[in-house]
């Protein structure tokens, strides 16, 4: 009997669906002010979760902004990119999650751009400079977008991941920023401060 109330709550679970927890994660500027759209994503340790291609995903051009200016799709997503303006656009990325360009044009190309890296790309357009979105690919099932500063990954099967937080604020020189995050039967809480040039202690 005393044996048995002293196991960990984890290995009582009936399956590992039973027990997913939350993650719950606090993201601010080096300052402390909270982030919106900073992305956490969860990397099985020794693993990989399998992920699915997202339907419907789409960036327009509108009033001459990209909308949304930050995207997440998972690896596979083809993406359209509607212009909403009377003025066309020229949408491009170099960036080696996605080097693709749609040549100057008006209404919705006909072909989406399929995201089939991991990793984040810049977007930006020929014609307007000012133009900028970023378009976030994981290839984890497990993440989540901040508002307010605050990210809840939700049913995260126990285990042990490496938590990936990304913001439009970190420079392009900055590393991915890696944490070390151990899920088990209860949620966990987890506080990030993220400066320009990565994870501030
Ligand atoms: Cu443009």
């Known amino acids: 009997m005393h044996a048995r109330t002293a196991f960990p709550a984890a290995l009582l679970c009936a399956s590992a669906a039973v027990c997913a927890a939350n993650v719950d994660v606090t993201v601010t500027d080096a300052a402390g002010s909270p982030l919106a759209d900073a992305v956490v994503m969860l990397e099985p ?3 990989k979760l399998p992920v699915k291609p997202m339907a419907g995903a789409q960036i327009a051009q509108h009033a001459l902004q990209f909308s949304p200016q930050v995207s997440v799709v998972t690896v596979g ?4 990119f509607p212009n909403q303006d009377t003025v066309k656009h ?4 170099y960036s080696p999650a996605k080097t693709f360009q749609i040549k100057l044009y008006a209404g919705v190309p006909h072909t989406p751009i399929v995201f089939d890296k991991p990793g984040v790309a810049v977007l930006g357009c020929n014609i307007h400079d000012s133009m900028l979105a970023w378009v976030v690919v994981t290839d ?3 993440w989540a ?3 307010a500063g605050r990210a809840k990954v939700a049913d995260v099967p126990p285990g042990n991941y490496q938590m990936h937080v990304w913001h439009s604020s970190l420079n392009d020189a900055a590393p991915p920023q ?3 995050v151990t899920v088990g039967a209860a949620d966990v809480e987890q506080s990030v401060k993220l400066g320009p040039a990565g994870i501030a202690k």
């Open 45 to 47: 340790v020794g693993a």
């Open 77 to 80: 997503t083809p993406v359209m």
């Open 90 to 93: 020229h949408v491009y990325s």
């Open 140 to 142: 984890t099932p497990l």
């Open 145 to 147: 977008r901040s508002a």
């Open 178 to 180: 890696l944490l070390p």
